[in-house]
């Protein structure tokens, strides 16, 4: 990668982890904080939590569409200070419908598919992947850092002063849109539009969009129901974190090689569909491992394996597969269904797990996997619709 795809990477990675790290760490302590306050139920907890990601889905499309006509950082830009906005509103707030309206907010600053598009106009296809890898490795990082601070912060500054950190690290990253991510070659601006249309039924965007809502289906339908058998195996809720801690950092060791290697990158559809069997195969491990530990531990290091190659590889075929002119609609189309994935799964797997047991949800899970891989089964070697475009104050890099 040359220094200015490094710069955009990284940087880009950052936008998304403090972004992601104020959002994963309300996850387990929020439920907690509201039932010591009055009118808060259950039911509007998982409102709470839940509403963020409607929105998001609602909006990325809209956000991705507006970037592909006015440009990628203004907004990103506005997106991060609607999320610093509705952070505010949470950190104010204690009431329910306060804290959902937040969150509701909070939401609406659907930048992800922008940035997503951005990575993909700052770097080279040959070099794409290992883009996605970084910020994909980011937001693991920021998931399994989240948990491991979560109790810290909440014991320091309370689950309002964490509110209120998310909304200043959403701050600190528009500083990095504005002064650190690099702007956009000349040759991205200017070009003809492409109709919305076509982006929905392009055959094979629609094939990657399928990946990516049963990904996220199954990651959130999993977690309803691992962390209760890791505690049925006698592992504590307070050590959980060094559990999925262990299990995404190999998980991602053992992904390096499907994006760094250049010869295995050349064989992209093997390694796509070999890695949706990896992680049907580890949702098999979860389903039989009856509640002991070292298999489910094991189970959960094959399925993060597969799960970082898959979510480094599915942006960047978002982008090798979209039109020029429309990555930004692309990419927002992709991550609204990523969204969307995750509320279902989540809400999918509750409503299953409480009437037909944990063995069914996993069972649930296993079944969507083998879905998607005949769906995905039919894809073509990806090729870019894009000539690489260099910065002209850049000199190429060699391919390693």
């Known amino acids: 990668m040359s220094a200015r795809e490094l710069r955009a990477s990284f940087s880009l990675a950052s936008i998304f982890g403090l972004r992601l790290f104020g959002m994963f760490i309300i996850l387990p302590v929020f439920a907690l904080y ?17 509403a963020y990601g409607l929105t998001q889905a609602i909006l990325q499309i809209p956000f991705g569409w507006v970037s592909d006509r006015v440009g990628r950082k203004p907004v990103m830009v506005a997106g991060l200070l609607v999320f610093a906005a509705g952070s505010a509103v949470c950190a104010l707030s204690q009431a329910p419908w306060a804290v959902i309206l937040g969150r509701v907010i909070q939401g609406a600053g659907a930048i992800s598919g922008v940035a997503i598009a951005m990575a993909a106009d ?14 994909g490795s980011t937001i693991g990082v920021a998931f399994a850092g989240s948990f491991v601070l979560a109790p810290f912060l909440r014991n320091a500054v309370g689950v309002q002063g964490i509110f209120a950190l998310t909304g200043l690290l959403a701050l600190s990253a528009v500083a990095i849109v ?10 991205h601006h200017g070009k003809a539009r492409v109709p919305f249309a076509d982006v929905l039924r392009d055959p094979e965007l629609l094939r990657l969009n399928a990946g990516i ?18 505690v049925r195996a006698g592992l504590p809720a307070a050590s959980h974190w060094g559990m999925y801690l262990g299990a995404v950092g190999t998980g991602f060791v053992l992904m390096l090689p499907f994006v760094a290697v250049r010869r295995l990158a050349r064989h992209e559809r093997a390694v796509f569909l070999g890695s949706v069997a990896v992680l049907a195969a580890g949702v098999a491990v979860l389903a039989v491992s009856a509640d002991r530990l070292w ?23 978002v982008s090798k597969a979209a039109p020029p002119a429309a990555k930004g609609a692309a990419s927002g189309v992709y991550s609204s269904v990523q969204f969307l994935g995750t509320f279902v799964g989540a809400a999918a797997g509750g409503v299953i797990a409480q009437h037909l047991g944990p063995v069914a949800v996993l069972a649930a899970c296993l079944a969507i996997t083998i879905a998607w891989l005949a769906v995905a089964w039919p894809m073509r070697e990806p090729a870019a619709r894009e000539s690489e475009v260099h910065d002209p104050h850049e000199p190429q890099a060699t391919n390693p």
């Not at 700052?122 to 910020?135: E, F, N, V």
């Not at 504005?178 to 070659?185: H, M, Q, R």
């Open 34 to 50: 509201a039932e010591r306050l009055p009118g808060w139920n259950l039911t509007l907890v998982g409102i709470a939590l839940g």
């Open 122 to 135: 700052l770097t080279r296809p040959s070099q794409r992947t290992k883009a996605m890898a970084i910020i």
């Open 178 to 187: 504005v002064w650190v991510v690099p702007d956009l070659p000349v040759a």
């Open 213 to 230: 809502f049963a990904l996220h289906a199954v990651l959130m339908a999993l977690f309803v129901v691992v962390p209760l058998s890791l």
């Open 295 to 317: 298999p489910l531990g094991a189970g959960l290091v094959i399925f993060f394996a597969a799960f970082n190659v898959l979510e480094a590889k599915l942006p960047a075929l």
